[in-house]
């Protein structure tokens, strides 16, 4: 048998491996994904950028411990990246209740993604806990922060929406945002421990 020949039988066994793995993921990913993006498209682009992005690490040899954590963080990441480059208005100018800290951009709060590679660990893995954090909250303070905060829908639509009261709605997002505050101040003393 030529080297060519077996060369193609490896790639027929990764090119398997690849779609073995891509069928199995696929759901859980997608209905993950599907929870935290109001638009079904938005939802599927995202998602069709994850497995690109897999397809992309797996044939460039790179080994991936921990699969299904790999692709959670990767797709958390796509969603920051798609709401940041969808939005218009920033973080910091949404109307917000309690102190000046919770106005605070997002970005600013993140290292560059440009500034290293220690920067890049350090932003991933405060993405990851921004999303563990998010998947926490109640599900009723969750729809809340993400409708407000990410999605930019006032509290005036909400309470259309939902029929709540603005107040019941302000609330709720307020417990989300002190809960997540917590989260990030526990992260943050864990990083200034090492």
Do not use: C
């Not at 069709?48 to 411990?65: A, W």
């Not at 921990?66 to 949404?94: G, M, T, Y």
């Not at 992260?187 to 090492?194: C, V």
Request: charged share 30%; proline share 4%; glycine share 4%.
């Amino acid at each position: 048998m030529s080297a060519r020949l077996a060369g193609q039988d490896v790639k027929a066994v990764e090119d398997r491996r690849i779609g073995d793995v891509v069928r199995q993921e696929r759901p859980r990913l997608r209905a993950w994904i599907k929870r935290r993006m109001s638009n079904p498209s938005d939802a599927e682009d995202v998602l069709q950028d994850v497995l690109f992005e897999f397809v992309r690490v797996v044939r460039g040899t790179n080994p991936i411990e921990d699969l299904s954590a790999w692709l959670h963080r990767v797709a958390a990441n796509r969603i920051v990246d798609f709401f940041r480059k969808k939005k218009s208005e920033p973080f910091s100018d949404q109307p917000s209740i309690g102190d000046a800290d919770e106005a605070r951009v997002l970005e600013e709060l993140l290292p560059s993604a440009e500034a290293g590679p220690d920067a890049l660990y350090a932003r991933e893995i405060l993405l990851e806990a921004i999303a563990d954090s998010l998947d926490a909250l109640p599900a009723e303070q969750y729809a809340v922060f993400m409708a407000h905060e990410i999605e930019g829908v006032s509290f005036r639509e909400l309470s259309a929406r939902t029929g709540l009261s603005v107040n019941t709605l302000i609330s709720r997002k307020h417990y989300a945002v002190q809960q997540l505050r917590r989260e990030l101040q526990n992260l943050y003393r864990n990083f200034g421990d090492e």
